[in-house]
């Protein structure tokens, strides 16, 4: 099993981005997890295509792109174009689902539907074998460094449990409050990909805690 350490570079230094994002590149990470806000889908507003064309100049692994906007499809190609390689959209700002994953897929990225902390796994069931990743949201989404949510390891086990026998390849990601205090406990739980902003970019060595995270998996 492949796991997958994806900093967030919301908590980065916007002042010195290229840095920050060298960081990553020369670290243990996989990939650039890059979160967009609209300030209407969350309340708070973050950056859009010329943050995440900057990135994909320097970064050298892939970018992971989460929408937390309202009516992605308008935005979704032009996303492509700026250099995302997966594109995660949101279950509860999308009325046709299936039509907004097949754009993703015709814009020549991985697809993936993010799940806030109140929407069952459940709703899911319909559209699991054309998903690449889900992003199970532990935390409500919209900023950095808050409090981890409990009832996520619930909510992986379900999905776990979803995607047996239709999708077993589908990656399952965690966002919100993870750090090396969690990540054992969601692996043992079924996740296999990790979000991090705080846990990464407020420590010491933001380098060192990558690896310590990547070690985690070895165990
Ligand atoms: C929250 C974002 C997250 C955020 C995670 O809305 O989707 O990706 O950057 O930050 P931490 O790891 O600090 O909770
Ligand atoms: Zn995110």
């Known amino acids: 099993m492949k796991y997958i350490i994806a900093p967030?570079?919301?908590?980065?230094?916007?002042?010195?981005?290229?840095?920050?994002?060298?960081?990553?590149?020369?670290?243990?990470?996989?990939?650039?997890?890059?979160?967009v806000m609209d300030g209407v889908f969350v309340p708070n507003i973050s950056f859009g295509f010329p943050i995440l064309s900057a990135v994909k100049k320097h970064a050298t692994k892939p970018l992971d792109v989460h929408l937390m906007i309202v009516e992605p499809d308008k935005f979704i190609p032009e996303f492509a174009k700026a250099g995302a390689d997966r594109i995660t959209v949101h279950y509860e700002a999308c009325t046709h689902l299936h039509r907004t994953i097949q754009l993703i897929k015709a814009s020549g990225c991985k697809a993936g539907v993010a799940l806030n902390p109140h929407t069952p796994v459940a709703f899911l069931n319909d559209i699991i074998e054309d998903l690449d990743l889900v992003l199970i949201m532990s935390v409500n989404p919209g900023f950095g460094g808050q409090q981890f949510i409990h009832n996520t390891y619930k909510k992986i086990?379900?999905?776990?449990?979803?995607?047996?026998?239709?999708?077993?390849?589908?990656?399952?990601?965690?966002?919100?409050?993870?750090?090396?205090?969690?990540?054992?406990?969601?692996?043992?739980?079924?996740?296999?990909?990790?979000?991090?902003?705080?846990?990464?970019?407020?420590?010491?060595?933001?380098?060192?805690?990558?690896?310590?995270?990547?070690?985690?998996?070895?165990?």
């Open 8 to 35: 967030s570079i919301l908590s980065a230094d916007f002042g010195n981005l290229q840095r920050d994002i060298e960081m990553i590149n020369q670290s243990d990470a996989d990939w650039f997890h890059v979160d």
């Open 157 to 219: 086990q379900d999905l776990k449990r979803l995607i047996q026998g239709k999708n077993e390849d589908l990656i399952i990601e965690v966002d919100g409050g993870v750090g090396l205090q969690n990540i054992g406990t969601l692996v043992s739980a079924g996740a296999n990909a990790f979000v991090a902003g705080n846990a990464i970019f407020v420590s010491d060595n933001p380098t060192e805690t990558i690896s310590k995270m990547k070690s985690l998996f070895s165990s």
